[in-house]
């Protein structure tokens, strides 16, 4: 151990997770948590569950888990609170999405129908193909954040919570570019009072939980918390954000093929993507303008880890697609099919044809309880802003203006890792190895 470790509150007490959308994911991962801690299943595709580090030397033979090298909170310390358009309690929802088996649902019906939603902050503007009645009333959004306020810290009082973290797991709202209204938190707050349009509900949820301290994470491709006005909220209030749009099925495996076949220097003429779902997400992106905030996270994924602008030969032109088509009988079990053409010595071409029969909220579950986890580990380290060791479970990866995100999941994995051995106060791990052979 060569570093000091840094200052890091000890996860004591319950920590609520705040949970905005209880859809197919947010109870997917409820059910499964509930289901883990009375061992009827494993946490399969969690860091902070399953994962290890590796510290100091390789001839050391220290590999510990995560947990044992930076103090986490534990999943018995979790209250669940949701929000959602529809009034189904976490039973019904879980029900209704699919994903998990009847008998396995039945098991921790007691804990899941605990979990009732509150009203939601939604407006259709935004989600136009969803229509829920579950909805708080105010007069302007500067009212709705209010009101989450107030029912945030009543929910902290009643169960006793030493802290919290929210978690946007709600529908994809619909392309919002950055506008004035976004660059400074005054001109947000103005613009809450004035129901400016470019303000949807998710950041509304978003607002409230910067204004308590409350750190917040975005599993959808919604902008909502990348925005400089929150940017300054966060380092105001000394909170911790991250995003954007959990890394799961196709995007996931692309950003396990692409860095393979640039590794190789294998070039690329095109990539075409396309899936089948049946979920309410897939509903949703079956919406053009909600599409396009899910097509504009997915697509950028491959530009950056191939930088065409550095190997121009190799990348300069490649064609790139992305599709999703709604087709309700698959239900949550998403199929996708990747073409991709690529191009090896002397310019021959060849062909990588993937089909991959995925569960998306199976993917998802884990990246919830790791985001909360880590988020909550982020705040007690004193660690403020956009957490870019975070990128790793995103399509989108939040980062500053001057800086392009890392897409590539090996280097995304390797600074994750850095990160937790710098906050254990343990040495980085360079790869060189030269000292071993000296
Ligand atoms: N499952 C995955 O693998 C995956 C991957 C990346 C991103 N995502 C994103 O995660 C989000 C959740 O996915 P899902 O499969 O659970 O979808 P879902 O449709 O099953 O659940 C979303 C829930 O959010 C609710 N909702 C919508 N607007 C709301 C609001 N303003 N306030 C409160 N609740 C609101 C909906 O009523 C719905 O119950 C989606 O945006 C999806 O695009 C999912």
């Not at 200052?7 to 947010?26: C, N």
């Not at 009333?137 to 169960?159: C, H, R, S, Y």
């Not at 491709?221 to 911790?240: C, G, H, K, R, Y």
């Not at 790791?370 to 479970?393: H, N, P």
Request: proline residues 5%; aromatic residues 8%.
């Amino acid at each position: 151990m060569s570093e000091k470790r840094i200052k890091i509150a000890a996860p004591t007490g319950k920590m609520g997770v705040l949970l905005i959308g209880l859809g197919a994911v947010s109870t997917t991962f409820i059910a499964g948590v509930e289901a883990i801690k009375k061992g009827l299943g494993k946490p399969i595709g969690s860091l902070t569950q399953m994962g290890t580090v590796r510290l100091g030397k390789r001839t050391e033979k220290r590999i510990p888990k995560i947990a044992e090298v930076v103090p986490l909170a534990g999943m018995d310390d979790l209250v669940f609170a949701a929000w959602d358009i529809f009034e189904d309690d976490a039973y019904a929802a879980a029900t209704n999405s699919g994903v998990l088996e009847a008998s396995l649902l039945q098991e921790v019906k007691t804990e899941l129908e605990a979990i009732r939603p509150r009203k939601a902050v939604f407006d259709p503007r935004y989600v136009t193909r969803l229509h829920g009645t579950h909805l708080k009333k105010g007069k302007t959004k500067w009212d709705l954040a209010q009101q989450l306020v107030d029912e945030i810290q009543q929910f902290q009082k009643e169960k006793h919570l030493d802290r919290m973290v929210m978690i946007w797991c709600g529908s994809t709202e619909v392309f919002i570019e950055r506008k004035e209204v976004h660059q400074s938190i005054e001109k947000l707050e103005a613009g809450m009072k004035n129901n400016d349009e470019n303000i949807p509900s998710s950041m509304i949820y978003a607002f409230a939980a910067l204004q308590l301290g409350i750190p917040f994470a975005n599993g959808a491709p919604n902008l909502t918390v990348d925005i400089p006005a929150f940017s300054q909220l966060a380092e105001a209030n000394q909170v911790p954000v991250c995003g954007k749009d959990f890394k799961t099925g196709q995007t996931l495996m692309k950003t396990i093929l692409a860095p393979g076949l640039k590794a190789r220097l294998l070039g690329l003429s095109g990539w075409f993507s396309t899936n089948i779902l049946g979920n309410r997400d897939g509903e949703v992106l079956d919406d053009p303008e909600s599409f396009k905030t899910k097509e504009e996270s997915k697509l950028s994924v491959l530009e950056h880890i191939l930088q065409p602008d550095v190997y121009p030969e190799l990348y300069g032109n490649f064609y790139h697609k992305v599709r999703i088509n709604y087709y309700p009988p698959r239900k949550d079990n998403k199929e996708g099919w990747d073409n991709i053409d690529i191009v090896g010595w002397l310019g021959y071409p060849m062909q990588i044809k993937v089909n991959f029969l995925c569960r998306d909220s199976i993917l998802a579950a884990p990246l919830v309880l790791d985001l909360v986890l880590f988020l909550d580990l982020a705040k007690r380290a004193g660690m403020v802003g956009i957490q870019e060791w975070l990128s790793f479970y995103f399509k989108s990866p939040m980062t500053l203006p001057e800086l392009y995100p890392e897409h590539d999941l090996t280097i995304q994995l390797m600074k994750l890792k850095n990160t937790l051995r710098y906050m254990g106060g343990e040495e980085q791990i360079t790869h060189l190895g030269l000292d071993y052979y000296q």
